[in-house]
């Protein structure tokens, strides 16, 4: 099959999911041409202005209002605002012809199959023999839609079912129709994985496909138990939440950001089109969900679901929770469980399900209820929705944001436990899971040789799960290739004279134990590697430093200790920058403060797409003492010798770190001079980052990597710009747009970024702006108010404005 290379794609329908997936696209470099309907009368504004039907800004008002609602929108669709320029609005009568020069054609319109033909029928009319079209549907099956198309639109058109928020969910369900050409499946998934960043997942056409059968399943499940066993939806939501490594929105806090009706609109179709499904009662809605929709309480659109933000008598916002019996709202119930505090030790997910399982509580018994149900249900799903069961797994993981799937789930727990389970609750094993026991395979995965393996149902054997060459997955390898390990960090070696330091802290916080890992990392590459990667696959590459340890440090004045904690960091981050191997960041999520400086010092940062970076000390009432403030003035100076105005520049860096500045994406990062265009590069999938980082590292070694020599010539501006610093933080002070001690730690990192009160222009060596920053860090630390924000942060993990 030739080549295809997508260049220009068309979406129709412009709606949240519509508007979503173009903004996507558009995040990747791809040309968008988003088309919608013209509106059939004018709205007040047009009739005010005298504007006619005929006039093109009102022809294409429903495709702008929508890219404009979601461009607005928080999280944002798009990783940079700038990358909305690629996105071309239009309206299906003037611009339908315009498709005839895109490579791929999405449609996106409402969910009726009528309206969905009719527009096939309207495309097909202009479109190039050879391009790929693809339905967005959710649920309609794909045999249908394309009924009456000729043979080539049928070989090139299939279901490509993104997730919404389409930037954000990592779903992309493949559904091939009865004639879709294999090479277009191919290259789909291999383009959803690669250039979309997407868990690529090829379903077969049956209703809700993979993801939303399982998932939906999963919450009418829940549903029915929680009449069942009488608990509170504040008691399902902790019990669903991150302690089973889901989204803190859990169950029904999640139902109320998609919205009731969504999810109404999916159990009614699989009630309806599953007859076979052996617990389709499970799909009939439950007496409260029917009120609630009569109701209108669908969620956050209709301003209150299971949850409701109100207003109480003092004006503070509160959130109330809906009573199920009663059906009214009323204040929020903590809930607690025995079982649950004995997890509070278990930092690794997977091993906390056989602790859940064996709960002596409510909890206990919750636990093993929905765990039997969920394991009957996806043993019954093979091979009706999928051959495979892995994809079963990726499809929760990727859609539903779980960080492990049923067949996991029960792997964790032992599949003849889960097979207790099940039968305690009177539900039947599945035939090929008695033969997968019978034929020795304990497990329904297995990792051999750094490979990910699943029980291929069909040969009776474990067979290893495509598509995982592109992918290092450091829990796969890391028994086999430690090199080194402390309670901090585990060194693993990644082949080819690559090694890896993955932070293993909680939160990946750098304190002593991580600061020394790092530093044997290096010494290990620097005697015996080629290159070092600083790297992990936990939810966030670093938060930053121990703040606890600071404190304790603070509190009981042991200012020597702290000056040589504070120290250690900077030299380690020195290190970083001057070794003789190269270093890459694979910063990722949340990469803040010390997280960040790390960042700052590395020879190449390799940033997945979603990564969240910034200084943002000043919320605990200090400067960066990591390095960060000397290396945004550093880079300031860089930046002089291209002839910039220096104080706007210095100034620019000076506000990144005074208004803690993060980054909405790994692209906003170049934005703010913490990545540097050139050097740093980003990668959309996430899964790929660490072979992508050990890539880098290999290359920037085999080029003959040369140790960086030490700065002595970093421009500082002295009086010059500490004059200009200090008037702002007055101004800003007297407009009370910060407080007295916002002023105190603004003006000691001026002091710092102008090099100290030096008459004029002057190169100085880094150490002596380390230490400068060293000095402001230690002396913010002596200071009460500075205390208060470190203490607010441990206690409630949100800065205090004092």
Known sequence: MAKRIIRKVAVIGSGIMGSGIACHFANIGVDVLLLDIVPRELNDKEKAKGLTLED???RNRMVNDSLKAALKSKPSP??????????TTGNL???????KDVDWIIEVVVERLDIKQQVFENLEKHRTPGTLITSNTSGIP?????EGRSEDFQKH???THFFNPARYLKLFEIIPGPKTDQGVLDFLNNYGEQYLGKTSVVAKDTPAFIGNRIGIFSIMSLFHTVKEMGLTIEEVDKLTGPVIGRPKSATFRTVDVVGLDTLVHVANGIAQNCKDDERKELFDLPDFINTMMENKWLGSKTGQGFYKKTKNAEGKTEILSLDLDTLEYRANKRAKFATLELTKTIDNVADR???????KDKAGEFYRKSFAHLFAYVQNRIPEITDELYKIDDAMKAGFGWEHGPFQI???IGVEKGIELMKAEGLDVATWVTDMIASGSTSFYTVDNG???????PSKKQTKVPGQDAFIILDNIRKQTEVYKNSGVSVQDLGDGILNVEFRSKMNTIGGDVLAGLNKAIDIAEKDFAGLVVGNQGANFSVGANIGMIFMMAVEQEYDELNMAIKYFQDTMMRMRYSAIPTISAAHGMTLGGGCELSLHADKVVAAAESYIGLVEFGVGVIPGGGGSKEMALRASDTFKKGDVELNVLQENFLTIGMAKVSTSAYEAFDTGILQKGKDIVVVNKDRQIATAKAHAKLMADAGYTQPVKRNDVLVLGKQALGMFLVGTDSMEASHYISEHDKKIANKLAYVMAGGDLSEPTKVSEQYLLDLEREAFLSLTTERKTLERIEHMLKRGKPLRN
């Open 142 to 146: 794909i045999q249908f839609m394309n």
């Open 157 to 159: 058109f299939c279901g």
């Open 451 to 457: 490979a990910t393996h699943f029980y291929d149902i």
């Open 93 to 99: 009568e003037d611009d339908i012809a315009k498709v």
């Open 353 to 359: 399900f056989k602790v859940l399982a064996g709960g």
């Open 56 to 58: 093109k800004v009102v």
């Open 410 to 412: 029960w792997d964790a």
């Open 78 to 87: 798009i990783y940079s605002q700038a990358f909305a320029k690629r996105i």
